[in-house]
């Protein structure tokens, strides 16, 4: 059964099963991808992904199921099991659905991949690598090609249809040299077009280059505070605890650092950040929000200043507080007025963390993690790669502490993202 007319059954079968109000989410896609493992190429294939969501309001209570059949008697099946577990649940006022809105289709990206192409892509960065880091061992390198149609159907009228189509590159490396190892690292990105080499494209060039470096690492000579320079690629784990903060669960729990402080300053006023899920410079974006809305680019952070909360329509209800225009992601950080040289001149000691291991922050932004494949930073000069560094601080306080933010950012087709340095870390060695 196709997309749309899996959605209408499911939408009349949640209706005959006794829901009061409905939503519907079907999606249906194609991957075709190539491998390479150990360095060598060893698959073309395509996997087929087929789903749908069934939501039902039933008194205000809610059930929801997820099933990969799109054929009737699945559907009718999955419908009265959803009603069933509304029936079961607790009642809670803020359950709702959106409000009718006109009908709309987005389209994306590209139909179809140029497989030759892709295929020849590979082949190139292989031959790159041989040439330019012969130590380097590639364990994992996915070049694929991402397709699919969805449908955003409720019981209020709402019809929203999505379909795009994009190129995903994804690696895992290290490297080894006369009987020593790197750590791994990894990366990857998104883009709608095959015109330049795989390594020219986000920070692969970069992360290869810093690997065959880091066979040899020294350990920090001493515990000690100090400033740290986050690179696009390690940035959003920090920056995640913002945005996760400011989302539904802490917000409506009052665990949350920024449950009071929307409108107020909490970052220095170099940081700007957006939710831009249309913007132009991203692949992979989206048009429809996850609570049925059409999606609309948001500032969370604007100079400094906590602009909007990351609410659903859920969360918007339980709280009082406004529905957010997106729902998160497709992060922007605009650029600011220091170039990365500059940023490491201003560094007196310090690391360069490119990648970090380690537990969530608390509620109150204290953490503490391992910063690997990273570089020792002393009187303005990246030093010698470090061997995995505890840093410890509270993430609050940090982005109250920003040094600087560089002009030069990394588009990996999701995200947007600079260099960002940090004051008030404490580095303390393995």
């Not at 019981?155 to 020593?180: A, I, M, P, Q, W």
């Not at 696009?232 to 996760?244: K, Q, R, V, W």
């Not at 560089?406 to 999701?414: K, L």
């Amino acid at each position: 059964m196709k997309g749309r007319a899996a959605g209408e059954l499911a939408l009349d079968a949640l209706k005959r099963a006794g829901s009061e109000k409905s939503v519907v989410n079907v999606r249906i896609g194609e991957v075709k991808e190539l491998n390479i493992e150990g360095s060598k190429l060893t698959l073309l294939r395509s996997t087929f992904n087929t789903s749908i969501g069934l939501t039902a309001l039933t008194e205000s209570r809610k059930g929801s199921i997820s099933i990969n059949k799109l054929d009737a008697d699945s559907i009718r099946a999955a419908a009265e099991e959803t009603v069933i577990m509304a029936g079961s649940s607790e009642p809670d006022p803020a359950n709702e659905i959106s409000e009718m809105q006109a009908p709309a289709e987005f389209t994306c990206g590209i139909d179809a991949p140029d497989l030759n192409l892709m295929y020849d892509r590979l082949r190139e960065f292989l031959n790159h690598l041989e040439e330019e880091f012969p130590y380097t061992i590639l364990e994992q390198g996915i070049l694929k090609f991402v397709t699919g149609e969805s449908w955003f159907l409720n019981s209020n009228g709402v019809d929203f249809k999505t379909k795009r189509g994009h190129y995903e590159f994804e690696s895992l490396f290290s490297t080894k040299k006369n009987g020593k190892s790197s750590s791994f690292n990894n990366t990857g990105y998104s883009t709608d077009n095959l015109d330049v080499p795989i390594w020219e494209r986000g920070s692969v060039e970069v992360l290869l280059r810093q690997n065959a470096e880091q066979v040899d690492t020294i350990s920090v000579p001493q515990k000690f505070e100090g400033d740290i320079i986050v690179t696009p690629d390690a940035l959003m784990s920090l920056l995640g605890f913002l945005t996760g903060s400011i989302s539904d669960i802490p917000l409506i729990t009052g665990t949350s650092a920024y449950n009071d402080k929307l409108g107020k300053k909490i970052a220095s006023n170099v940081l700007t950040l957006r939710s831009s899920p249309l913007a132009k410079e991203l692949v992979e974006n989206y048009f429809v929000t996850g609570d049925g809305y059409p999606a609309a680019d948001c500032t969370v952070v604007d100079k400094g200043v906590l602009a909007a909360f990351l609410l659903s329509l859920y969360g918007s209800r339980k709280t009082g507080g406004r529905r957010s225009l997106s729902s998160g992601g497709c992060y922007i950080v605009e650029p600011g007025g220091d170039s990365f040289t500059e940023l490491v001149k201003s560094v007196r000691k310090g690391l360069l963390v490119c990648r970090v291991s380690g537990g969530h922050p608390g509620n109150n932004g204290d953490f503490s993690a391992v910063a690997k494949n990273s570089y020792y930073v002393k009187d303005g000069e990246i030093t010698k790669p470090l061997a995995e560094t505890m840093i410890s601080g509270n993430v609050v306080a940090m982005l109250q502490e920003i040094g600087g933010v560089s002009r030069e950012r990394v588009n990996f087709g999701n995200a947007l993202l600079p260099w960002i340095s940090f004051g008030g870390v404490t580095v303390s060695g393995k």
